[in-house]
T-cell receptor
Framework: GAVVSQHPSRVICKSGTSVKIECRSLDFQATTMFWYRQFPKKSLMLMATSNEGSKATYEQGVEKDKFLINHASLTLSTLTVTSAHPEDSSFYIC????????????FGQGTRLTVV | GENVEQHPSTLSVQEGDSAVIKCTYSDSASNYFPWYKQELGKRPQLIIDIRSNVGEKKDQRIAVTLNKTAKHFSLHITETQPEDSAVYFCAAWQTGNQFYFGTGTSLTVIP
């Protein structure tokens, strides 16, 4: 089946620094990728929709200047958490939609971000 | 926009019994309904899905039913096993749109 690889799986950073998370579709082209944030024992909260070659669409309440999304190719989207603070600590998951499999969407492994 | 509600939030069943999780959605334009299983700290995995032109789909011990008129769909797991313990999410999708996830159900199968 379709594989989405997310890297890194865990990252610890200091307050004020920036962290980049990569999401790659390994065996299919993903014109659309989604970035989610998940709090412990909670559902997936959509942060933004990333379309290849265009600006990401952010959900209400998500700071676009803080969570920079770049979708430079059909297989790669990146999320950069800028000037991270402890409250940004969370589990971030990407997903990619493979048009060749209906509306199938496949998730990356997730990134556990801890800001200290 | 779409609103997906999921019940129950927690569910405990004895091994071998059945488990049922229900979701409702608000937008009749939604036409694809996947179910995901998420183990602690891992990615959600698609376990079964159903499209709006189908009323029921089954895959071994897992089945999903869809009632378009009432705008609800359900996940049925029969002969539950301890490894079925996880959090399950339903979702609704509209063509050209995004996924809307339910709030999740934490299923515990007691050996």
């Amino acid at each position: 089946g379709a594989v989405v690889s997310q890297h890194p799986s865990r990252v610890i950073c200091k307050s004020g620094t920036s962290v980049k998370i990569e999401c790659r579709s390994l065996d299919f082209q993903a014109t659309t990728m989604f970035w989610y944030r998940q709090f412990p024992k909670k559902s997936l909260m959509l942060m933004a929709t990333s379309n290849e070659g265009s600006k990401a669409t952010y959900e209400q309440g998500v700071e676009k200047d803080k969570f920079l999304i770049n979708h430079a190719s059909l297989t790669l989207s990146t999320l950069t958490v800028t000037s991270a603070h402890p409250e940004d600590s969370s589990f971030y998951i990407c997903s990619a939609r493979d048009r060749t499999i209906g509306q199938g969407t496949f998730f990356g492994q997730g990134t556990r971000l801890t800001v200290v | 926009g779409e609103n997906v509600e999921q019940h129950p939030s927690t569910l405990s069943v004895q091994e071998g019994d059945s488990a049922v999780i229900k979701c409702t959605y608000s937008d009749s334009a939604s036409n694809y309904f996947p179910w995901y299983k998420q183990e602690l700290g891992k990615r959600p995995q698609l376990i079964i899905d159903i499209r709006s032109n189908v009323g029921e789909k089954k895959d071994q011990r897992i089945a999903v039913t869809l009632n378009k008129t009432a705008k609800h769909f359900s996940l049925h797991i029969t002969e539950t096993q301890p490894e079925d313990s996880a959090v399950y999410f339903c979702a609704a999708w509209q063509t050209g749109n995004q996924f809307y996830f339910g709030t999740g159900t934490s299923l515990t199968v007691i050996p």
